[in-house]
């Protein structure tokens, strides 16, 4: 692969920032192929449609080579929802499963997804794939679309199928799955404590699922599964490999949760967590808002595959599939009145319409 360290070890990255404008930093690294791409969050968004899209033209421009950059958002409904009205907000994934209407809930991904791509993004990170198992569960709860494995599957891969549908990558998450959990990984190292038999049956069977209907991304939980292996699954080998692609047969690209998340950097540097990551078996890494903590990644990254040919090699394989992921869709926000019609279409009235009928 034709690329210099920095650039290889870039691509495995995508960033976040403070504030409503690109920074000279992450643009910088944008142009020097030195990061992937961008997660934005609403503290990057004015609440204006075309703020949106101005910024996600600016991170285009920006970025380096013929390969377009991966553009993120948390675009699930419910409580993690980015981006606010004028688009269109969806209720909690857990309520619209309850209708259990594959068509409703597909046309919901289509719709969402569809004011993503014109508002610039690639990437929503979503459907989750967690089930819903713990009424104690800090984070997950009703942003999962099941209390059982077939249901919540089903669902939430019509939700995926929906946003494919539109010209969005779906990303699931969180694997192996985070819906049996008393702590919240943001603030600490959750653990789940089920034997192999329960997780094959309960949590990883949506994960097995996206597997078979091959998902074009997952995203790892900084959770410690002790049947599995002892130290969480974003750094486990055993995890994000073996189990992964070898058991369940998953191609596609493994994205680690957020690397500046407590649960791993309260217990590794970035560059050591960012070398683990890949090392397990991650293809791509978030870190989401802190530029030293970016730095230390990409530097930990340079470091190791300088020195261990191993190493570089599992770098080059885990770009080849994060590039070849990116092939996909490029980034094409619009503006003006593109922009406003394509956040009023009939199909979203009609959506709303159905939902406001479901949900007074």
């Known amino acids: ?22 920074p000279a930093f992450f643009a910088d690294a944008l142009a020097r192929g030195a990061l992937g791409g961008a997660i934005l969050f609403k503290r990057n968004l004015t609440g204006e449609p075309e703020h949106v899209a101005a910024l996600n033209a600016a991170l ?9 950059p991966l553009l993120a958002v948390d675009q699930e409904g419910g409580r993690v929802a980015r981006i606010k009205a004028p688009a269109l907000e969806l209720p909690p994934m857990l309520r619209l499963a309850s209708t259990n209407d594959e068509a409703l809930v ?3 991904g289509y719709v969402s ?23 104690a569960n800090p984070i997950i709860g009703d942003r999962a679309f099941g209390t059982e494995p077939e249901r919540a599957a089903r669902l939430a891969l019509a939700f995926a199928r929906g ?40 949590e990883l ?17 900084h959770v410690r599964y002790p049947a599995l292996d002892d130290v969480p699954a974003t750094l486990s080998r055993r995890i994000a490999t073996d189990l992964l692609r070898g058991e369940l047969g998953y191609r596609g690209v493994l994205i680690s949760d957020d ?22 078996g991650c293809d791509a890494l978030l870190v989401c808002s802190d530029e030293a903590a970016l730095g230390l990644a990409r530097d930990g990254l340079i470091a190791r595959a300088e020195k261990d040919a191993r190493f570089r090699a599992r770098c080059e394989e885990a770009a080849g599939r994060v590039l070849a992921m990116r092939r996909l869709h490029a980034p094409r926000p619009l503006s003006g009145e593109a922009l406003r019609a394509a956040l009023a279409t009939e199909r979203k009235l009609a959506l709303r319409r159905r939902l406001a009928e479901l949900f007074p």
């Open 205 to 221: 069977l949506p994960f097995r699922l996206a597997a078979a209907a091959s998902l074009p991304a997952l995203m790892t939980a």
């Open 163 to 202: 946003m494919a549908g539109a010209g969005i990558l779906a990303c699931g998450k969180h694997f192996p799955g985070h819906g049996d959990t008393t702590t919240d990984s943001h603030l600490e190292l959750p653990v789940v404590t089920h034997d192999r038999d329960r997780l094959h049956r309960i």
């Open 259 to 280: 690397l500046e998340m407590k649960a791993i950097a309260n217990r590794y540097g970035y560059a050591e967590a960012a070398v683990l990551a890949v090392d397990a």
């Open 106 to 108: 597909e046309e919901a």
């Open 113 to 135: 997804a569809a004011e993503l791509v014109a508002l610039g993004f690639t990437m929503n990170f979503a459907p989750v794939l967690d089930v819903h198992t713990n009424e």
């Open 60 to 68: 285009t421009r920006a970025a380096a080579g013929d390969v377009p």
């Open 1 to 22: 692969m034709a690329q210099t360290l920095e650039a290889l070890c870039g691509t495995l990255l995508v960033g976040g920032f403070h504030g409503t404008e690109v």
